[in-house]
Each structure stands twice: as C-alpha cells, then as structure tokens.
C-alpha cells in the first residue's frame, strides 16, 4: 500500500495550489478517498471526500474554494485549491475514509505541506 501526496509548497493568501496523492493497487477503484489535513498543533481534520460514485463533501471552510477529484487510470487523486487563506496552512495527507489500518496500525502516507502567507 501506498499513499504519496505531493503538489505542496509556499503560496500568497489568494494564491492556488493543485496536490496530487499516487495510489498504489486499487484504492482508489473502490474507496471513499479523503484528503485530511494537519496544522501545527492542531489535530488532524478531513478537508474533503470524494466516494467512488463521485459524490462529495467539503469541510465548511474550504466549500467554493477546494475540489477533490481522481483519476482511476491514472491511479490520481487531486485537490484543487483556490483563495487559499493563511488557515488553510498545513500538511496535506490522503487516505481512505475510513483511514487504512494496517496489521492493527493506522497508515498514514507522507503529506505535503502547504504554506499560506498574509
């Protein structure tokens, strides 16, 4: 299994950022796919879930402002990210929604992060 988001880096509040996860197998076939985030200090928060079906849901304060997609060919998935805001600082992780759990253990792949300035 893995996990790798990467897209990540320093922008302007206002600014956009485009992330990518790379899936490996099937995850993103038949998973609900979530992007999470973590700022310093903070817990880990769900931004944005996407189903297989293409349903989604958005954390209140990214709504009109983030879009989660994939691409099942290309083993992908994305978020979009417009205004981006000083809040929105943080490192970006994909996974399952549920997270994955392996052999007892939560799997976190490696995030990226992303920096707003004001």
């Known amino acids: 299994v893995q996990l790798q988001a990467s897209g990540g880096g320093l922008v302007q509040a206002g600014g956009s950022l485009r992330l990518s996860c790379a899936a490996s197998?099937?995850?993103?076939?038949?998973?609900?796919m979530g992007w999470y985030r973590q700022a310093p200090g903070k817990q880990r928060e769900l931004v944005a879930t996407?189903?297989?079906?293409?349903?989604?849901t958005y954390l209140n304060s990214v709504k009109g402002r983030f879009t989660i997609s994939r691409d099942v060919s290309k083993k992908m998935m994305y978020l979009q990210m417009y205004s981006l805001k000083p809040e929105d600082t943080a490192v970006y992780y994909c996974?399952?929604?549920?997270?994955?759990?392996?052999?007892?253990?939560?799997?976190w792949g490696q995030g990226t992060l992303v920096t707003v300035s004001s």
């Open positions: 996407e189903t297989s079906f293409g349903s989604t």
């Open positions: 197998g099937g995850i993103l076939r038949v998973n609900e």
């Open positions: 996974n399952t929604r549920p997270g994955l759990r392996i052999n007892g253990n939560d799997y």
